[in-house]
């Protein structure tokens, strides 16, 4: 994962794309940061929270900007998720996780609250 950060962040200065080399730069200091306070290199797994806790500050941000009149600032925080979002595996929809959910419960057995440890 880092060594296709590293990469993507080498075609972003050849081809000019400021916006996401700059988002781009973040997520490696971010990771670096990481590693400095675990005192260790982080695996792909690692590295994925590490984005997941960088997308979740960046939908705070918008929901602020948005209270505080700045679509501007709220707009930069979006395009910035979108960029780090590429990284993160697809999340499933509503209507997925509820079959998903409901295929356990039918596999399972379960009838009420009870049974939540199966």
């Known amino acids: 994962m880092k060594a296709r950060i590293a990469s993507d962040i080498k075609n972003a200065m050849k081809s000019g794309d400021k916006p996401r080399l700059g988002t781009l730069r973040l997520i490696n200091a971010a990771i670096q940061s990481a590693e400095l306070d675990g005192k260790g290199t982080l695996d792909d797994a690692a590295i994925l929270a590490v984005m997941t806790r960088m997308v979740k500050q ?19 925080e979006q395009a910035e998720i979108d960029i780090i979002e590429t990284y993160l595996p697809k999340q499933l929809d509503e209507a997925a996780i509820a079959k998903a959910v409901t295929e356990a419960i039918q596999e399972t057995g379960a009838t009420s609250a009870k049974d939540m440890g199966k």
């Open 58 to 76: 960046r939908r705070d941000s918008i929901e602020q900007y948005s209270k505080g009149g700045r679509p501007d600032l709220a707009a930069v």
